[in-house]
């Protein structure tokens, strides 16, 4: 579990870094479970962040993992785009099961 606020940070990019090498080799999965793990990691980080704050070398750090994660992110994305539309095809013709 993180200490300090930069330690979040560092975790989501760690949790970011093992979903795109799980979306390289194409294990979703994992990608999913990744995703999760990520999420804790930033609802833990709001909350964090209301009751800390971040040097001001902390926040040039910070700075540098939000670009590494938006990249991570961005590659993930076209990774996932063939298998999001093979999903999407097999629901395509389903009715649609109203509630």
Not at 31 to 40: L, M, N, P, S, T
Request: aromatic fraction near 8%; include cysteine.
């Amino acid at each position: 579990m993180p200490d300090m606020l930069i330690d979040y940070y560092k975790a989501i990019e760690s949790s970011s870094a093992r979903m795109l090498e799980a979306a390289r080799l194409k294990d979703w999965d994992e990608v999913v479970r990744c995703e999760g793990a990520c999420a804790v990691l930033i609802e833990q980080l709001r909350y964090q962040s209301q009751q800390q704050v971040l040097e001001p070398a902390e926040r040039s750090e910070k700075t540098r993992i939000m670009q590494r994660i938006l990249r991570n992110d961005a590659e993930i994305r076209i990774l996932a785009e063939p298998w999001m539309a093979q999903f999407e095809h097999l629901f395509e013709g389903q009715p649609q099961v109203m509630h």
